[in-house]
């Protein structure tokens, strides 16, 4: 059974910083396309950040460029979303996502990964 768990979610002010851990079971992620999506209330599930599985070249939405950082421990079979200067916009929930292939497509779309896990609250007050 895949299971992808999230962790490291929580409540903090505007400037600080969460260190978001996805840790996955059942199914090995590396060389595989991964992505942090997340979903505010009222609004659609975005994604914001993937990481090739080849390569391992990082991308990300503008609005969190610079900001946040996705990596990859091959050893742990865990992807990282650090994120610092947060924001309130930065608010919702936050899931890990994983694909079946080793590309990330052009634009991040739900419908392109296979696994997801069950999200972890960040909320940032200002």
């Known amino acids: 059974q895949v299971q992808l768990v999230e962790s490291g979610g929580g409540s903090v002010q505007a400037g600080g910083s969460l260190r978001l851990a996805c840790a996955a079971s059942g199914y090995n992620i590396n060389e595989k396309c991964m992505a942090w999506f997340r979903e505010a209330p009222g609004k659609e599930r975005e994604g914001v950040a993937r990481?090739?599985?080849?390569?391992?070249?990082?991308d990300y939405i503008h609005s969190v460029k610079g900001r946040f950082i996705i990596s990859r421990d091959s050893a742990k079979n865990m992807v990282y979303l650090q994120m610092d200067n947060l924001k309130a916009d930065d608010t919702g929930m936050y899931y890990c996502?994983?694909?079946?292939?080793?590309?990330?497509?052009?634009?991040?779309?739900?419908?392109?990964?296979?696994?997801w896990g069950q999200g972890t609250q960040v909320t940032v007050s200002s």
């Open positions: 990481l090739h599985g080849i390569g391992n070249e990082p």
């Open positions: 996502a994983a694909s079946l292939g080793p590309w990330c497509m052009s634009n991040l779309r739900r419908g392109d990964f296979h696994y």
